[in-house]
């Protein structure tokens, strides 16, 4: 059973900067992609970012880029999001997920397994 556990969420102030790490654990890590969602009270869980297995293809979505940058170790079986010039409009929990394949995707729905969350929260 694979399980994902978020750390790093908290509270700073707009232009202020966090790192989040996921722990993943029940299976080999580095050949599946791993992704950041978020999701704000009322509103959609929504794509961050995401990296590959193998070779660490990144995506961001349109509104993090260049601020967010994703990135992964597979000795640590860990992923991490960092996090800089955040805005109030970021403040959401957010979540990490694995794929059961390789390639990045966009779209919750394909990935399988979840962690609990970590909330973020950007005053301003």
């Known amino acids: 059973q694979v399980q994902l556990v978020e750390s790093g969420g908290g509270l700073v102030q707009a232009g202020g900067s966090l790192r989040l790490s996921c722990a993943a654990s029940?299976?080999?890590?580095?050949?599946?992609?791993m992704g950041w969602f978020r999701q704000a009270p009322g509103k959609e869980r929504e794509f961050v970012a995401a990296i590959s297995g193998g070779v660490m293809t990144k995506y961001y979505a349109d509104y993090v880029k260049g601020r967010f940058t994703i990135s992964r170790d597979n000795a640590k079986t860990t992923v991490y999001l960092q996090m800089n010039s955040l805005k109030p409009e970021d403040t959401a929990v957010y979540y990490c997920?694995?794929?059961?394949?390789?390639?990045?995707?966009?779209?919750?729905?394909?990935?399988?397994?979840w962690g609990q969350g970590t909330q973020v929260t950007v005053s301003s």
């Open positions: 997920a694995q794929r059961g394949l390789g390639v990045v995707a966009t779209t919750p729905m394909v990935y399988e397994y």
């Open positions: 029940g299976r080999t890590f580095s050949s599946y992609a």
